[in-house]
């Protein structure tokens, strides 16, 4: 039986995991809409469903996950008709810079990537099986709509009712729909859109809505139920609620077991968001900062948890990650595999179990890297080393890392960290690595003089 429990927003509770087919787990994780580069938040989902996925193959899973791309969708058409260029120029330009930033940050490829441009007649499919079930209509302006009070579960992922939706709903101006709560499953095509948002169906002319994407995508690929399915926390509703009427009320039976959405990005405790203007570009922060530090900085909060995005947090990011590699610096493994019987994996396996928790997995890291300090144990320092990389850390060599950090402008808590470290080789009576880390301080800058009462002070050159 695993030990693996999994925050389930659905049950509203940690549940055990228990997949669908022994071995193998089937996921689905709603992907970007590809029409301008992609921002922290859009990092920090994609960086919580890695870890997931790297940890259950860690665990001996085969994992079959699938992350779509969204290409047609109305912002798409109005970039792509701004400038001048075909949407799928426009989108696979975009796709590209995506696998470019999230490859910097450590993310692995899904085994899926699938287009929904690519997956149009499975959705007509599945609208003419909603139709045939009373779940879907025509109406009079040539839109295809939900018609929502007709699924008796709607609501029951975000815990909404159909009277509490009413209640706060804005006034509709499409009066096609029979009720304001209705939403599109088919858009009747304007005549002002390029012909490649247009394809032909039984009730005309037109395009996917972005709900029935989903539904359609994840079932060609996992099939009518599957494991697990996630997403940011904005998706819950109304996305992932329509997906669940859409896919629940063509088949009859549950979409998905696991329901899980990982947290916003905060900036001065606004949601991260581009229509609020606070947002940062992947591209933007790398320029200034090395891409394992925004990983570290990402993995540090728990992927449920607000992560609050700041300069400071990120070069505290960059000294934390620093100690890591300093201790490895100099410490050679032995070359041996994981020992997953050893105390500190047990731990880290622990903390990963409950719910993917990084930040305690991370503690344990530190853990190890005070022991290796003390001890300079190969074993110790293989240890520290194999169950970082787990979650995509500590993959290079102390030493490329710590001249990139070194070329970074350095911040006061890197500095006292590294300082810090300075103390724990001298007390060690590693007076080289103490010297190198002198040295390395002084290349970025910062001056050392130490105190006869055995403090050091410092200052910028």
């Not at 890695?50 to 058409?77: F, H, P």
């Not at 394809?199 to 395009?207: N, P």
Request: charge should be negative; hydrophobic fraction near 40%.
């Amino acid at each position: 039986m695993s030990n693996l429990k999994i925050y389930n927003t659905l049950a509203r509770d940690k549940q055990t995991f228990t997949p669908m087919e022994a071995g193998k787990v089937r996921m689905y994780v709603c992907g970007m809409t590809i029409y301008d580069y992609c921002h922290i938040g859009h990092a920090r989902m994609m960086m919580a469903f890695d870890v997931i996925y790297r940890w259950l193959t860690a665990s001996g899973y085969q994992v079959q996950y699938v992350r779509n791309i969204t290409d047609i969708e109305d912002k798409i058409i109005k970039r792509a008709v701004e400038n001048g260029e075909t949407i799928r120029s426009l989108t696979t330009r975009f796709a590209q810079y995506m696998d470019e930033d999230i490859g910097a940050l450590g993310i692995l490829p899904p085994t899926d990537v699938p287009r929904a441009t690519e997956y149009v007649p499975q959705m007509l499919s599945l609208i003419e099986q909603l139709e045939a079930k009373g779940l879907a209509y025509k109406a009079d302006d040539g839109d295809v709509n939900y018609a929502v009070r007709n699924f008796p579960g709607y609501g029951k992922l975000s815990r909404r009712s159909l009277d509490d939706l009413r209640a706060g709903e804005r006034v509709d101006v499409n009066t096609g729909k029979r009720d304001p709560l209705d939403f599109v499953l088919w858009k009747a095509s304007k005549e002002s859109e390029p012909d490649e948002a247009k394809w032909d169906s039984k009730w005309g002319s037109g395009r996917p809505g972005w709900h029935i994407e989903c539904s359609a995508m994840s079932c060609a690929l996992l099939g009518e139920q599957f494991d697990i399915h996630g997403g940011g926390q904005d998706l819950e509703f109304p996305h992932h609620e329509n997906e669940i009427a859409q896919s629940e009320g063509a088949f009859g039976h549950p979409m998905v077991n696991y329901w899980v959405h990982n947290g916003f990005v905060r900036v001065d405790n606004e949601k991260m968001s581009k229509s609020l203007g606070n947002f940062f570009t992947i591209r933007d922060v790398l320029k200034k900062y090395d891409a394992e530090v925004l990983r570290f900085f990402i993995l540090r909060a728990h992927y449920r948890s607000p992560l609050n995005y700041s300069d400071a947090h990120l070069d505290d990011a960059r000294g934390a990650l620093t100690r890591l590699y300093t201790a490895l610096d100099g410490v050679a493994g032995d070359g041996k595999d994981l020992d997953w019987n050893e105390a500190h994996a047990k731990r880290f396996a622990e903390a990963m179990d409950d719910d993917f928790n990084t930040p305690i997995a991370l503690a344990v890291l530190f853990d190890l890297a005070t022991e290796v300090n003390k001890t300079k144990a190969p074993e110790l320092a293989r240890q520290l080393k194999r169950l970082a990389a787990v979650i995509g850390l500590l993959e290079r060599e102390p030493q490329a890392f710590l001249q990139a950090a070194v070329g970074e402008a350095m911040s006061e808590d890197a500095i006292v960290a590294a300082i810090a470290d300075r103390a724990a080789a001298k007390k060690a009576r590693d007076f080289a690595k103490s010297d190198k880390i002198r040295a390395d301080l002084l290349a970025a800058g910062i001056v050392l003089e130490d105190k006869p009462d055995g403090t050091t002070n410092w200052r910028r050159a």
